[in-house]
């Protein structure tokens, strides 16, 4: 049975006034805003089988399945990203803080770019944020890349545009990316810009929200985490409406993610 869309629920609690934050057609921003929460979960949930292994170790993924948790179950990488909305929720002066202690990951900074992104400063503040990172090329990188990225997503920047301006902030060192956004799949244990890397090839390569994510979870090794940050992506481009109803249906958890999303948007 197919659930209803969230914004049936946000749209009652939202001032016409707040409507007109983002953009001319804020139902798109906040219909992109959901799609990137709900792909986060479906990303690491979809990643469970093939979470650890390597490929052609496991079963090719089409679907949720409950080899180590109830099927459609997500783990660790969405339970990071609703602890972190939370704690940049309790007040504005702690925001900063916790973007300086904890926005150290791709799944990390979604949050703060929800709520930050349409903010001058937020640039400078994830600059800062990241700076002891430096030292952690890789992650520096990353976290650079990922919050530019989503930010023009959630915007409504099309989908090439956004990928060639994340190819530019991270193409050198060893991350094998080229300035027209062009991405190659890593196999095998990966480190952060791999990780990041394979999810994006996946979400450049499929047109579908579906097909993204699948793509990226059936490369093997930290499926979890790919799918998460592919379905990050893919769902801040297609929004809400873009996810196939599969996929939602069999989601767990829905109820949680729906008032971390409320709350989020509530706070603009």
Known sequence: MAISHPLVTINRYIPEARRNLKCAHPATWLDRVCGCLYGIAIGDALGMPANERHKGNFSKVIGYRGDHLPAGQWGHGMDCV????????????????????????????????????????????????????????????????????????????????????????????????YGDGDFTPKSGRRNLLETLETALWAFQAEDRFDDAVLAAVNVGANACTTGAICGMFAGAHHGFCGIQGYLLDGLQGKSEIEEVAQRLILAK
């Open 82 to 177: 609703l602890s972190i909305a939370r704690a940049l929720l309790k007040g504005r002066n702690g925001r900063e803080q916790v973007l300086l202690n904890k926005s150290v990951s791709p799944l990390a900074i979604a949050s703060a770019v929800i709520l930050h992104g349409s903010d001058p400063r937020f640039s400078e503040i994830v600059t800062r944020a990241v700076s002891p990172l430096k030292k952690h090329t890789e992650s520096h990188r990353a976290a650079i890349a990922t919050s530019n990225l989503l930010t023009l997503l959630l915007t409504g920047s099309s989908k090439r545009y956004a990928l060639t301006k994340a190819a530019r902030d991270i193409r050198s060192g060893n991350f094998n990316a």
